[in-house]
């Protein structure tokens, strides 16, 4: 009855012995075979899986705004965070074109670009108000992708937006910052030249006459003094007359530091030339002044800065430079007037100095406020050990 059975499963091409079990080891092998197959799809499926999952979790817990529209600007894909910053579902939003949630304003360029993407144009990265569904626009910034199907064509565009508001923000705040300092700055400066002109005036109405005054007194004193006394005071006398001088000299220089020679009878060559002199002769610094006086005058404003400048950049080298020479060549070409101050110091290394106006180097900075103030621009360029050289150019 087994055997029976048996015969009749292995049909008829009567299989026994040797073939049926060549035929068993077979199928036992493609048996192995399909296992095998079907867990590594198993283990692809649970890959990919995981894989998804992954990319899900990372598109939805983003801060950025990822979307996909479809070739006709139709939202197919928002992810969550959509919700937190416009106000809207994100079953509110799929099925509306991307233009519902672009603030008026920037509806044209957006289009305009997305038209430009799906042409398979590359677009560059650009910032746009969103609206929330509170009315409250929205900065973002964003960077959009065409995609294609496998016969390359455009069927959509995908996007990361960026709520930029913080930014924004901290921009302003710098922005208003800088336009404060620099007021401050061009107040700071205005406040120095008033203050400047009033010490020097006080020094002459004030010091300056009341000295003469003394110094004639002194004279009289010597003048009329009795034989036996004039032996006794001599000395006193005229070491209070030679102080008196003294005194009276040293509050000219002052003085003439302070206040820009009479600029409008001078002109602004000869009074850099005047000041030139006095500062070779006061720190031992050669200085040749070259070029010929600016036809037709540059208004007063631009020659009271031009003076302030070059005088700061003496005073600098001065302070800093070592310089045995310094060259100064003014020039007017092509309706820019042009200054340049070189020295042949000991130089040093621009860059650090931004950090050093923090602690108060303000001679640099108050320089290139007064050249911006007057339309012009200010470039200094120095190397240790090379020398330093001032450029200043100012439209006429
Ligand atoms: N001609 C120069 N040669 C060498 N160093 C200079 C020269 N001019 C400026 N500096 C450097 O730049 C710095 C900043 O100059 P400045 O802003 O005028 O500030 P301050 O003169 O008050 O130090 C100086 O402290 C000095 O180190
Ligand atoms: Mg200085």
Not at 3 to 10: D, P, W
Not at 49 to 74: A, H, M, P, Q, W
Not at 282 to 297: A, F, K, L, Y
Request: neutral net charge.
């Amino acid at each position: 009855m087994k055997k029976q059975a048996l015969e009749q499963n292995t049909g008829d091409a009567a299989k026994t012995g040797r073939p049926l079990m060549e035929e068993i080891r077979r199928l036992k092998r493609k048996v192995a075979r399909l296992e095998k197959a079907e867990m590594e799809r198993g283990r692809a499926e649970a890959a990919r899986r995981e894989s998804e999952e992954k990319y899900r979790t990372l598109i939805e817990s983003t801060g950025d705004l990822i979307f996909i529209v479809n070739e006709k600007g139709i939202y197919t894909y928002v992810n969550p965070q959509f919700e937190r910053a416009t106000g809207y579902s994100v079953r509110d939003l799929i099925g509306q074109p991307f233009t519902f949630l672009v603030a008026p304003e920037h509806i044209e360029s957006t289009i305009r670009r997305f038209r430009k993407g799906i042409r398979g144009e590359y677009t560059l990265p650009y910032d746009a108000h969103l609206v929330h569904r509170n009315g409250e626009k929205i900065p973002v910034e964003f960077l959009v992708t065409t995609q294609y199907d496998a016969t390359g064509r455009a069927v959509g565009r995908f996007g990361i937006g960026r709520d930029i508001t913080e930014r924004k923000r901290a921009e302003e705040i710098l922005r208003q910052q800088s336009r404060q300092l620099r007021i401050l700055s061009a107040r700071l400066t205005e406040a120095e030249e008033s203050e400047r002109k009033r010490i020097a005036r006080e020094l002459h109405d004030q010091v300056g006459q009341n000295l003469t005054v003394v110094g004639i007194n002194l004279s009289i004193v010597r003048s009329k003094l009795p034989a036996e006394e004039m032996k006794m005071l001599r000395a006193r006398l005229e070491d209070s007359m030679v102080l008196v001088e003294e005194i009276t000299e040293f509050t000219r220089g002052l003085m003439s530091d302070l206040r820009p020679p009479d600029m409008d009878i001078l002109g602004l060559v000869a009074s850099i030339g005047w000041f030139a002199e006095r500062f070779s002769m006061r720190t031992g610094v050669d200085v040749v002044v070259e070029g010929e006086e600016i036809q037709p005058r540059p208004n007063p404003d631009v020659e009271n800065n031009v003076f302030r400048i070059a005088q700061e950049v003496l005073n600098n080298v001065a302070k800093h430079a070592r310089a045995r020479r310094v060259g100064i060549r003014i020039e007017a070409c092509d309706a820019i007037l042009r200054v340049v101050i070189t020295d042949d110091g000991i130089g040093f290394d621009p860059s650090r100095v931004r950090r050093m106006e923090e602690q108060g180097g303000w001679g640099i900075m108050t320089m290139t406020e007064r050249a911006e103030s007057i339309g012009g621009r200010f470039v200094l360029e120095s190397e240790p050990g090379k020398g330093t050289c001032v450029t200043l150019e100012v439209p006429l």
